[in-house]
Antibody, heavy 122, light 107 residues
Framework: EVQLVESGGDLVQPGGSLRLSCAASGFTVSNNFMNWVRQAPGKGLEWVSIIYDAGYTYYADSVKGRFTISRDSSKNVLYLQMDSLRPDDTAIYYC????????????????WGHGTLVTVSS | AIQLTQSPSALSASVGDRVTITCRASQGISRSLAWFQQRPGKPPKLLICDASTLESGVPSRFSGSGSGTDFTLTISSLQPEDFATYYCQHFYDYPHTFGQGTRLEIK
């Protein structure tokens, strides 16, 4: 069974850093496309970043240069390193496994974790 | 970046009603569109991919259509568990933006 469990969310001051983790079971992270998506309190969904099975990465403009997506194959864990955090980064952060395959829809989030809350405030 | 605009932003309906939600893209995205359902306190659930392909296990009362810039999600006969927020998302290029959401409420 596919399971994703996010952790690492916390209260952090503006300008600070945080690393989120997403522990996967039932599949291999490094063989899949993996997304991070966030949701500010009471707001809509915002796509944040993706890492391909081949290692390519893409980011939303709002986090480019500040956030880094990565993975640890030995631990089967996905990460999101967040630096230079701002109050508008406050959100629940979800990791999600994409559909995969060879078609264009391979990057669409299919299986989601329950999220971890990041609060950026002084 | 491609923008997605959903309408309406909120919708009140009754059990058994047929409802349609629209998602308009700021430029053509072929059929590179997905629909998600999100219930309060839960992660999103993928309903439809490639504009009209129902995900496994999703009830047949859900359907999607469209291509290019205009897309629709239709629920043919609302059930109590369908009252939730619905989002469209494109995967034509990066960033994979979401629409702002449509909140479906019980009348």
């Amino acid at each position: 069974e596919v399971q994703l469990v996010e952790s690492g969310g916390d209260l952090v001051q503006p300008g600070g850093s945080l690393r989120l983790s997403c522990a996967a079971s039932g599949f291999t992270v490094s063989n899949n496309f993996m997304n991070w998506v966030r949701q500010a309190p009471g707001k809509g969904l915002e796509w944040v970043s993706i890492i391909y099975d081949a290692g390519y990465t893409y980011y939303a403009d709002s986090v480019k240069g500040r956030f880094t997506i990565s993975r640890d194959s030995s631990k089967n864990v996905l990460y999101l390193q967040m630096d230079s955090l701002r109050p508008d980064d406050t959100a629940i952060y979800y990791c999600a496994r994409a559909r995969g395959g060879s078609d264009a829809h391979k990057t669409v989030s299919q299986f989601w974790g329950h999220g971890t809350l990041v609060t950026v405030s002084s | 970046a491609i923008q997605l605009t959903q309408s309406p932003s909120a919708l009140s309906a009754s059990v058994g009603d047929r409802v349609t939600i629209t998602c308009r893209a700021s430029q053509g995205i072929s059929r590179s569109l997905a629909w998600f359902q999100q219930r309060p306190g839960k992660p999103p659930k993928l309903l439809i991919c490639d504009a009209s392909t129902l995900e496994s296990g999703v009830p047949s009362r859900f359907s999607g259509s469209g291509s290019g810039t205009d897309f629709t999600l239709t629920i043919s006969s609302l059930q109590p568990e369908d009252f939730a927020t619905y989002y469209c998302q494109h995967f034509y290029d990066y960033p994979h933006t979401f629409g702002q959401g449509t909140r479906l409420e019980i009348k």
